[in-house]
């Protein structure tokens, strides 16, 4: 119900605002189950065990950080549907959606010949939709309003959370890795009906003859999880200082330009 949801956001807002609640993050780590995800040169390792055990590091990573809470919304080799993993983020009044995914290179690239990590978030059109979802739910304007700023407010977040997400790993991995925030090129849904600011990382190229073994080496999740964990903090920290990335703080039609438009590529490597 739109009425509940308003309220909780509110709530996670108001308490936010006075430092009172928890900066909880919902991981997702990408597929599980019989949704195996992206196969490896090891024929048994899958994407879906690479993103789990990320995601399991960088929750480790933060257990016992004052004032952050990491939900995981798969935690083991289970097939998740995507509802559900969304339904998880909502619940849990996550205040980051953050989807672990790992790459592989399509077959008009050629296998192998693609490196580096991407981020996405979900492209203008998508955003439009879920402003247009927000004000139809409302009861009347002053709502719809709301709602409206809400959704395109999680939006320029989203992207805030992006660029942070970006610097982290590119620090990490090199920047020559860094193939850029994107929002097309990949499966989307599970970024989609959620009520907070929301992110897919893909970590790199499995396929890759030196970037695959990496990434399943301890050294190499640990490195990607540290990133990942060290963004997190950056951003509750953030959010305790009351900064935010300049772009939500902007007149709403310079605002609205940050994210229209642009279909392909916000910013690319
Ligand atoms: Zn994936």
Redesign the pocket.
């Known amino acids: 119900m739109f009425h509940s949801s308003a309220a909780s956001i509110l709530f996670a807002f108001l308490a936010a605002a006075t430092g009172e609640s928890p900066f909880v993050v919902a991981l997702d780590p990408?597929?599980g189950g019989s949704n195996r995800?992206?196969p490896t040169a090891r024929p048994e390792l899958y994407?879906k065990h690479l993103?789990l055990e990320i995601a399991r590091l960088v929750q480790r990573r933060l257990l016992g950080e004052p004032g952050l809470k990491i939900v995981l919304c798969r935690t083991g080799d289970l097939l998740v549907p995507i509802r559900a993993r969304t339904r998880c983020a909502n619940q849990a009044n996550a205040r980051l959606f953050l989807s672990v995914?790992?790459?592989a290179a399509s077959v008009e690239q050629g296998p192998g010949s693609q490196r580096g990590f991407e981020i996405f978030v979900l492209p203008a059109s998508d955003v439009d939709q879920e402003v247009a979802r927000a004000a139809l739910l409302a009861d009347d304007d002053a709502q719809a309003a709301w709602a409206a700023h809400r959704a395109r407010t999680t939006a320029a977040d989203s992207l805030a959370a992006a660029r942070r997400i970006r610097w982290r790993l590119a620090d990490a991995l090199g920047s020559d890795r860094d193939r850029g925030i994107k929002q097309a090129g990949?499966?989307l849904d599970v970024l989609q009906g959620l009520d907070m600011p929301a992110v897919l990382v893909?970590v790199g190229f499995l396929d890759h003859a030196e970037e695959g073994p990496f990434l399943l080496s301890e050294a190499g999740k640990k490195t990607v999880a540290a990133a990942l964990a060290g963004a997190i903090t950056d951003l509750r920290s953030r959010e305790l200082r009351g900064q935010r990335d300049p772009m939500t703080t902007a007149p709403p039609g310079q605002r609205r330009g940050t994210t229209a438009g642009r279909p392909a590529s916000v910013s690319g490597p």
């Open positions: 990408g597929h995800g992206a994407e993103t995914h790992a790459n990949a499966t893909e």
